[in-house]
């Protein structure tokens, strides 16, 4: 059994011990999986390249870990509980024999749609089971899974497709959000006319049964596709590193980039992660409320749960509908036990008022958990108190799509919290801050850079396609160190503290987002010139989307104006990237060297232009009072 550690004696030495000796420890912990042949070497690794190996030669199948292995002994606990959208639906249960039989049956179905080892299949699907199922049938016969998120827009869909070069695409016929019934396919047929060549085949699985358009030499139903096929499936036999996943995430510059993950580290690093961040008990109901089209779905919603034999629930709404009150209702009915939620959910839900909390049963909550963006105090408070009843310790977590599971957190019951600290790193995971010259920044009650200095299982292998892309975001900054591009601060006690990205990264609502990515949207409008995208301070949200535009001559920056370039972004990413506040300026400052200088850009966007720093070496010093005046700061 996968180790849970239990008292704070416990958590030093292990922690101690898992740097002493890494690959013991790791060794250790991976011989608690089922492996169809053991590894030859523990670790062998060179930050330069990067070149990252973990439990090489070993052979094994994740879902063998994940259904077969759970077969004995709890056949028939429930593995995935589904709560539908529709509060007066019935909630859907899929024991581990229920799940074992419909993955099989998925995974014949892809097989016998000439699917095979390493081919890529997308998915475009919102947060229904058989998401999940589709998922762990890629695991099963060797495909590799691309889950792009369900809110993407077409454009954005086939540049994922394209990239990976997907083979098949599977995806819902509609998607039920609230009140709104969004057409999934219909964005897949949209896709589909922008050059993804490489699919093959559609597989559509009908989630509310709208219309659809149909193309028959393309397009499969789920149903059809598993029809009489057999409920057993032989796993494919992968090496440690044969390719798992692919997940694409933004980044300072470009377009997203796919983040691969691979199969032997990445099991032993969720399954671990997971029995010790939310001490599951077996009997347990665990709730993660992230979508699977982002990493915390795919490593605390589907494999870390399931690798460790849990009961994971999957929630198909949203937390407003029919009201503020839907995740207290659903804790109280399925008596969660721990509960997994972002920032930007809980600022939401307090600004609704204390009423929808109040009035449900919590008391089943052990532990409650925080991810994707820093908390602010007012609501670490709130969640502490209302939801937690001060009885259940909040893990805020501090992770990232390209380090696969979590980094930095809180042990529940064992380490201590305090608000707004992710707090002490998991055993086996060793950050160390950094200053701009990469020289370590050591003592306590201090301010860096986070890089980590030693490779942990389930990090990150490569960028997908583009390896030299790999090296130069995440190892080239400092030698011999990943950069996670987040700043950190350590207490007087040692406890770390996330403050943010530091690059042109932005984090809204917990979504990750490049402001190029966003620029490079606003810029198709076709009566823009140039755009300068930054972050800034929201109640809500963490940061909002403030765009700087300098448009055509003529061009009127009213209401029309601004709706038709968030129609632009819409088209260009999705709704997730409208910007929350526009600007049409004359012109942005730049640097001799023709680099905008965002930083004064996100001084006037927060609202305080005072202190703006030394402007004089700017190419156009005096645009900035244009601006000033142009925002009213
Ligand atoms: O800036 C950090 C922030 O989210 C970034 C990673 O985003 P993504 O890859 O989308 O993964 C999110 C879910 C794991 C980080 O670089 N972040 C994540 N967790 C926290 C956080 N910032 C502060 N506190 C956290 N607990």
Redesign the pocket.
């Known amino acids: 059994m996968t180790l849970q550690i239990k008292s704070l004696k416990q958590y030093k030495k292990v922690y101690q011990e898992s740097v002493d000796n890494p690959e013991q420890f790791w060794a250790e912990q991976a011989a608690t999986f089922q492996w169809q042949k053991k590894w030859d070497k523990v670790l062998s690794w060179d930050f330069k390249k990067p070149d990252v190996k973990w439990f090489e030669g070993g052979k094994m199948n994740i879902t063998e870990n994940c259904l077969d292995r759970h077969l004995k002994d709890r056949a028939d606990q429930t593995a995935i509980l589904w709560e539908p959208n529709d509060p007066n639906a019935k909630t859907v249960k899929y024991s581990y024999q229920d799940l074992y039989e419909e993955v099989c049956r998925f995974g014949n179905a892809l097989r016998a749609k000439g699917i095979k080892k390493g081919d890529r299949v997308c998915f475009y699907m919102p947060m229904v089971a058989e998401l999940a199922i589709g998922v762990l049938a890629c695991a099963r016969i060797g495909a590799v899974h691309s889950v792009v998120f369900a809110g993407f827009s077409a454009t954005a869909l086939a540049d994922r497709i394209k990239d990976a070069s997907c083979k098949m695409v599977i995806c819902s016929d509609y998607n039920a959000r609230g009140a709104k019934n969004i057409p999934v396919k219909q964005v897949v047929d949209e896709a589909m006319l922008q050059g993804c060549t490489s699919v093959e085949t559609v597989i559509v699985h009908k989630n509310t049964g709208g219309k659809v358009n149909w193309e028959p030499a393309r397009d499969v139903w789920w149903s059809d596709a598993v029809y009489r096929r057999q409920k057993h499936c032989k796993p494919a036999a992968m090496s440690s590193e044969d390719m798992l996943f692919i997940l694409y995430?933004s980044g300072s510059t470009g377009k997203p980039k796919g983040v691969v993950h691979t199969c032997g580290g990445y099991m032993v690093y969720t399954c671990f992660s997971f029995k010790n961040v939310f001490q599951y008990e077996k009997g347990d109901v665990y709730w993660c409320t992230?979508d699977i089209g982002?990493?915390?779905g795919h490593s605390y919603i589907v494999y870390g749960p399931l690798l460790a034999g849990a009961t994971t629930m999957m929630f198909e709404g949203v937390p407003t509908y029919p009201d503020a009150g839907r995740f207290w209702q659903i804790c109280e009915k399925h008596k969660v036990n721990q509960f997994y939620t972002a920032?930007t959910a809980i600022r939401a839900l307090m600004a609704k008022g204390d009423e929808y909390v109040e009035k449900y049963d919590l008391s089943d909550l052990k532990v409650i958990g925080?991810?994707?963006?820093?908390?602010n105090v007012e609501a670490w408070n709130w969640y502490n108190e209302k939801v937690g009843k001060g009885n259940a310790p909040i893990v805020?977590?501090?992770?990232?799509?390209?380090?696969g599971g979590?980094m930095?957190?809180p042990l529940p019951g064992i380490t201590d919290t305090k608000p707004c600290y992710?707090s002490y790193p998991m055993p086996g995971i060793q950050p160390i801050l950094v200053d701009s010259q990469g020289v370590l920044v050591e003592g306590n009650d201090v301010e860096g850079l986070l890089c980590v200095k030693f490779p942990w299982p389930s990090m990150i292998r490569t960028t997908y396609g583009d390896h030299e892309r790999c090296r130069q975001v995440y190892f080239s900054s400092f030698e011999n160190m990943y950069f996670?591009?987040?700043g950190c601060r350590r207490d007087s006690e040692g406890r770390l503290r996330?403050i943010?990205?530091v690059d042109d990264?932005i984090?809204v609502s917990?979504?990750?987002m490049g402001t190029a990515e966003v620029e490079n949207a606003i810029n198709e409008h076709p009566a823009v010139i140039e755009s300068a995208v930054v972050g800034y301070p929201h109640d809500i949200k963490g940061q909002g989307i403030f765009a700087y535009i300098i448009a055509q001559e003529g061009t009127v920056g009213d209401a029309g104006f601004e709706k038709s370039i968030r129609d632009v972004v819409v088209k260009e990413i999705g709704p997730i990237a409208k910007p929350d506040k526009m600007l049409v300026v004359p012109g942005l400052p730049k640097t001799r060297s023709g680099k905008i200088m965002r930083r004064i850009l996100r001084k006037i966007a927060s609202g305080d232009a005072s202190n703006l720093g030394d402007i004089s070496t700017l190419l156009n010093p005096d645009v900035v009072a244009v601006i000033k005046e142009a925002a009213g700061v």
């Open positions: 995430t992230a982002w990493i915390t920032p925080s991810v994707g963006e820093p908390i805020d977590t501090w992770w990232q799509t390209e380090t979590i930095i957190t992710a996670t591009g987040d996330i943010g990205r990264v984090n917990g979504h990750r």
